[in-house]
Structures are given as C-alpha cells and as structure tokens.
C-alpha cells in the first residue's frame, strides 16, 4: 500500500521554460539570449547553488559579471526565476485530495532563489508536508542521497512511496532505491499510474 507519494517540482507541478528566461535577461544583458546558457554553464555555478555550496548572493554577483548585467539582487532574482510561467502541470485539486489520505512531499533538484519564487508564486505548494531539496540536503538527483533523505521523511518503507518526475534517469534512481516510481509525462498519464496504485484522491 503507497503511503506516501513524492512529486519533483519542475516539470511535473510547475513548468519550466529557459528561453523565457534567457529572453528576459536578454533585455538587461549585451548578450544576445542564444549565447547566455553557454555564458551560465561556463560558470560551472549552478551544480554549486543547486546543492547549495555557494551562497545566492555571490552566486547573482559573479552570474552577472558573466552575462554583463547590471541589475540589484533582486531583480536578477526576477530574471533568474522567469523560467517558470505562471501555471501549473497539474491542478491544486489534485494535491488537495492526495493529502487526505496519504502524506505528500516534494523532492526536487532546486536552489534557494527559486525555491522562494516558487513558494511566493504558487500557493498549491501549501499541499505538501515536507520538501526534499538538493541545495538543502546538498546533493542532486540521481544521487542516492536525496532518494534516502526522502524515504527518511516520508516515514514510511520505500515500498510504500510513490514518485514521480519528468526526467527518466531520476525515475530509475528511485526504484534503484526501492520506490515505486514512474515518468511524468501529463497529468492524464499521472492520474492514471495512480490508480492503477489504488491511490486515490
């Protein structure tokens, strides 16, 4: 019997969309948005804010000398967190009635600064009990470590999770670790691996 289900976050609840953000600091920066992903992953800074090994602040300082912009901290905040568009991939509702009959946590590869957009922007976050987050636990999904970090808090067997996330490689890292899991395609799909759980909502 699943007792707990865990949901990532991008790509499942909220969407993700980088050219969206890459447009919106294209407007603040010389650079056009088809060169600013190479300019961020020269950096090699998001791994470090992501498992929290460096701290939002100098992380925005030196992002910013790497794409020219001159903005405050919370501005770049702003842009940093344009990748996600103000909808969800699944309804409140959903949520909402899984937590009546079985615990909820979020268990996602994220960083303080969206974390914090996310929390401000979208209420059905209120939903979960608990949230596994890598710049928290200081390590990233596929890594074992996040997986058992979860099942710790789910307070359960990891038998009796459930998870599901966008991308494959994660899905296969929980049932590595013992948690039933399946690949977020739409909230369709979703409801009907659910069911075929005896997880209702």
């Excluded at 976050?9 to 010389?30: M, Q, T």
């Excluded at 992002?63 to 001159?70: E, K, N, Q, Y």
Aim: charge should be negative; hydrophobic fraction near 40%.
């Amino acid at each position: 019997m699943i007792k707990t289900v865990i949901f990532d976050l991008g790509g499942v609840i909220v969407p993700l969309d980088f050219a969206r953000a890459y447009k919106a600091i294209e407007g603040r920066s010389p650079y056009p948005a088809g060169e600013i992903p190479a300019r961020i992953a020269s950096t090699g800074l998001v791994p470090q804010l992501e498992t929290g090994r460096i701290d939002p602040k100098e992380f925005a300082e030196r992002i910013s000398r790497a794409l020219g912009l001159h903005v405050g901290y919370e501005e770049f905040c702003e842009l940093w967190s344009a990748i996600f568009p103000p909808r969800t991939l699944i309804p409140e509702s959903l949520l909402a009635g899984l937590r009546r009959r079985h615990r909820l946590l979020l268990l996602s590869n994220t960083n303080a600064i969206h974390f914090a957009h996310i929390r401000r922007n979208y209420p059905l976050l209120e939903h979960f009990d608990d949230f596994v987050l890598s710049y928290e636990v200081g390590a990233m999904k596929p890594a074992r470590e996040i997986y058992r970090e979860a099942v710790a808090r789910s307070g359960c067997r990891p038998e009796e999770c459930f998870f599901t996330d966008d991308v494959a490689d994660n899905v296969e890292a929980a049932r590595r670790e013992g948690i039933d899991a399946a690949q977020f395609h739409d909230c369709e799909q979703l409801q009907r691996e659910l069911r075929a759980r005896g997880i209702d909502w």
